[in-house]
């Protein structure tokens, strides 16, 4: 039941974040602020019940917390540095719930 209702809202929380990446594309200043707002309530909520992102963004990738989707050359950045999160990883209470599907510098 417990492991059920975190998939259900990571879900939630991905889904939210599939709109806020919308708002700031299409530069809806509203929805953008609106989804981030939510998103840092939310995100605090789940850290008080020990639900964690996984920090990727600017990491180096590392095959136990992150899944490399794609790997691309850009050489001003480092060797394995993560340049782009596709969906977040989660950790409770320390366990890798999921992993990060990220972009990778070769």
């Known amino acids: 039941m417990f492991d059920r209702s975190i998939k259900t809202l990571i879900f939630i929380i991905d889904q ?3 709109m ?3 708002a700031l594309t299409t530069q ?4 953008a602020t ?4 939510v998103l840092k309530i939310i995100t605090k ?3 008080e019940i020990g639900l964690v992102e996984i920090p990727s963004l600017g990491e180096i990738f590392n095959e136990e917390v ?3 989707i794609k790997a691309v050359k850009c050489p001003e950045k480092r060797h394995h540095e993560i340049v782009e999160v596709l969906k977040k990883g989660y950790r ?7 992993p990060a599907d990220v972009i990778a510098v070769e």
Do not use: A, P, Y
């Not at 809806?28 to 929805?31: A, D, G, I, P």
């Not at 609106?34 to 707002?37: A, F, G, L, Q």
């Not at 409770?92 to 999921?98: A, S, T």
């Open 28 to 31: 809806n200043e509203s929805l």
């Open 20 to 22: 806020h990446k919308f």
């Open 92 to 98: 409770l209470n320390g366990e890798v719930i999921r």
């Open 34 to 37: 609106s989804t981030s707002n």
């Open 16 to 18: 939210i974040d599939v």
């Open 45 to 47: 909520s789940i850290n």
């Open 66 to 68: 992150h899944n490399c």
